[in-house]
């Protein structure tokens, strides 16, 4: 039997903390899908086919080197929904702090009652990259920060080019 786990988010872009989970997911499984959410009205920084690149550039050898098969893809519909499209039977989520963790044992409440199939696994972040979220990597690069402690290469120069054609 073959095991699927979905890694939904934003991956706005994809950071540090990011590849610290999917690491941990390719340990886990045999198959990992990451969803990347489009939504409906806001547009965000990187577009989303950049968002997907940036993902398979990145993840895709890490994926290889574990002998796992990477999927990536965007949605806009519901995650459970999403899950039994994919046949994924796994949901991972990073575990930052309290606050990540109130939010999702809701998410993990509302996911339990619509698609009792679906198994929640959370994945601590590590100690180096527990501090890195992608709101403040957008913020501390349109401020003229310096991402590049944050996030992989190819996505500090993506993030560049974006802010350099808004
Ligand atoms: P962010 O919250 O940074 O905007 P996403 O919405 O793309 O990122 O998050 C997708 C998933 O990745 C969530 O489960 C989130 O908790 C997890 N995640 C994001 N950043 C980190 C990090 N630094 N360490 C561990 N998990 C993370």
Redesign the pocket.
Known sequence: MIRTALY?????PL?N??I??LQAAFGLVDRVIVAVGRHPTKSGLLDIDKRIALIEEVAGPLAESSEVTLEVLSFDNLVVDLAQEVGATILI????DGT?LDYEMQMVGMNRTMAHWLQTVFVP?SPH??H????LVRQIAAMGGDIGPFVPASAADAVRVALAER
């Not at 989520?93 to 930052?96: A, E, M, Q, S, V």
């Not at 890195?132 to 709101?135: G, K, P, R």
Request: charged fraction near 25%; proline fraction near 5%.
């Open positions: 939904p988010g934003s991956f706005d950071t903390g990011h610290d989970i989520r990073g575990l930052r990540d972040a990259h527990r890195i979220t992608a709101t």
